[in-house]
């Protein structure tokens, strides 16, 4: 929901973020039953939580009554690291203002990079758990994007839950027996999966011939999954999951959902949503079932 964004010079945001389509948006996931919302102070830098805040407002809903998540971790501001004890103190109290909220329903550490030698780990842990002492968080959670990271740091955090991308063409964290899926099977952890459409990529909506170009400031700028050639060597394995399952988005949508969801420690999955359109076709994922032999299918047609 933050819009276009730049964090340390890096794009981080999104194209085409209508507060009002957003508000529509926020209004039909909960209609349907959704109670789950992901932030992150990075997000628009305090842009998104600020927007959902007044989401909230507009639709005259009790924040308290749902589940809400933010993060720490990609915005440093003027720390020489955003995992400095003061910085995390701060960027909590901050999100609670744009929140509008007295506590954080799942508190994540955005990554797994804690500085030179995990310089900040044990500081930045000890002023998580005073924060959830202080009852200002309820939960705290670990992003990250490897499983070195997990392994290396989860032991110190004692995260309820863990946070990255998984999705059909990529489920290296969360498919049985891989390390992640180990850990969390040990510790007693759940996942929480973003991404899970892989960035639109498992929706077809791409034309490998006049692929997209995004706008300075959006994430996806410059990624190769979004390239001709790519775009080319995707079509035909969707092609066999459009012929198996149906072709339209929701379709696409709730199959590349539920495939995630099936996963064992899978709590939810966060995909994204800039409109009362996508949200509806997120929410196919609700009521699509797969077998096993679907699974499988699905393993094979994108491998």
Known sequence: MGGLNWVNGNPNGWANVDEAEVIAAIKAGIDAGVNHFDNADVYGNGKAEQMLARAFDKLGLNTNDYVVATKIGHFPGTAAHAYEPAHIRHQCEQSLINLKRDYIDVYYFHHG?????????????????????????????????????????TPKVQPECLQSWAHALDDQFIRPGSRVANLMAEKGMTFVAFSPLSQG???????????????EGDNRRGRSGFETENLLALKPKLAKLKERFGDSVEDLAGVALRYVLNMP???????????????????????RQLSEEDMQFIKDALA
């Open 265 to 287: 420690n899978v709590a939810c999955a966060i995909p994204g949503f800039r409109n009362e359109r996508q949200v509806k076709a997120n929410l196919a994922g609700v009521t």
């Open 201 to 215: 990529l498992l929706l077809d909506k791409f034309d490998p011939y006049n692929p997209p170009q995004f706008e």
């Open 113 to 153: 990079s804690f500085g030179d030698g995990d310089f900040y780990l044990d500081d930045a842990v000890e002023t998580m758990n005073r924060l959830v002492e202080e009852g200002k968080v309820r939960v705290k959670g670990q992003s990250a994007y490897s499983a070195d990271d997990f392994e290396r740091v």
